[in-house]
């Protein structure tokens, strides 16, 4: 069951925030539509309650959000057998806290995600990590520190930048 009433909205801005999430009009929208349901939706229909709040809604928004919150587990989706996903809030009282800035795990994933999204691109291998420390790998030398240091960090994840 998720909050309900006129402090719902600013209590889940604030939770969307906390984990790094920007709040835009369409967004809101979106959110606003699962609040006011409190059941199961699925896209087409978050994306018409939702418009009835701000038109220039897409699909496209409601879906990356809603991709978005169950990355960071702020959604409980229910796939049907033979039909649409369907979302809907997860309790707060069940939510995780939201980690910390700076958090290294949470940073080395957004790396993780980073590479493979490199490699998806042809910009990036995959190979076999290497079990040392940073600053111990050989890596192409180059005169800009930073793109040393991104070679560094792919090769520490198994990961061979073109």
Not at 88 to 117: C, K
Not at 131 to 148: E, F, R, Y
């Amino acid at each position: 069951m998720t909050e309900t009433g006129s402090d719902a909205l600013p209590a889940w801005e604030a939770r969307c925030k906390s984990h790094g999430l920007l709040m835009t009009a369409p967004r809101r929208a979106i959110l606003t539509a699962m609040l006011q349901s409190g059941t199961p939706r699925d896209a087409v229909t978050l994306l018409q309650a939702a418009r009835e709040h701000h038109s220039a809604t897409s699909i496209g928004t409601v879906y990356r959000l809603l991709r978005e919150f169950e990355q960071h587990g702020l959604v409980h989706v229910q796939a049907q057998a033979h039909g649409r996903c369907r979302w809907r809030l997860r309790d707060p009282s069940q939510l995780a806290p939201a980690p910390a800035p700076g958090n290294a795990r949470i940073m080395l994933r957004q790396v993780r995600r980073f590479l493979r999204e490199l490699e998806r691109l042809g910009f990036a291998e995959a190979q076999a990590p290497r079990q040392t420390s940073l600053g111990k790998l050989a890596t192409p030398t180059t005169n800009d520190p930073v793109i040393g240091l991104l070679h560094e960090i792919a090769e520490h994840f198994g990961y061979r930048l073109a």
